[in-house]
């Protein structure tokens, strides 16, 4: 039985905020209905980023899920609701092993085989691209496209979100090609209008999975 129970993933990345402090940008994109907030500060020491997700923790809680980037020691610290897995990272059998049955594991992926280990090592969604060219993933290569993305979500059970580079524009395809859901990080995080852009996001993929 799968756990996920919503249809925008919101990863962090403070750097990309239009100079905004993160929490503020937080506030509003919680405004707007997002649920699920992956906090993904890769570049922080450890301390710095255990500070932070306390405090991203206490926005989160009882609003929205929070999911940990690759850190199970800082997830179990401030009560997260989960991790989520680069491809590179511990297999998610071994993470579980961590953190537990009741928390949530999602992962990062780009390719088919990538999506069918996470799978069959116990992951309970994956982040499935980049879809589109977008600057942040520019080092993974080339975009998978709608016809790749499609391929791989139909060779896999677990919900997959759709990421890389989504606009507005992009969600009826994005979502008739099996996408779960969306997981975004510059579309919101640097509009200047946050609560608003997140509504728009959701509305669009409501509609669309009608």
Do not use: W
Not at 21 to 44: S, T
Not at 63 to 81: E, F, P, W
């Amino acid at each position: 039985m799968h756990r996920i129970n919503f249809d925008l993933y919101l990863i962090t990345g403070r750097h990309q905020t239009a100079g905004r402090p993160l929490k503020e940008v937080l506030v509003e994109a919680l405004a707007g209905g997002v649920r699920a907030v992956q906090l993904r500060e890769k570049d922080l020491p450890v301390r710095e980023l255990l500070s932070l997700a306390f405090e991203i923790r206490e926005l989160t809680l009882n609003k929205a899920l929070l999911l940990i980037n690759d850190r199970a020691d800082v997830c179990l610290s401030v009560g997260a609701d989960g991790v989520h897995l680069r491809s590179d990272s511990l297999p998610p059998s071994a993470v579980r092993k961590i953190i537990g049955p009741n928390k949530l594991i999602g992962a990062s992926c780009h390719s088919l085989e990538e999506a069918s280990f996470a799978e069959a090592e116990g992951a309970d969604f994956i982040t499935l691209g980049p879809i589109f060219f977008t600057p942040s993933k520019s080092k993974i290569g080339t975009p998978l496209g709608l016809v790749l993305f499609k391929s791989i979500v139909e060779k896999v059970k677990i919900p997959v979100f759709a990421l890389g580079g989504i606009q507005l524009s992009h969600l009826p395809g994005v979502m008739e090609a099996g996408a779960s859901g969306i997981a975004l990080i510059s579309a919101i995080l640097t509009s200047p209008s946050v609560k608003e852009t997140t509504r728009d996001f959701l509305t669009r993929i409501k509609s669309s999975k009608k």
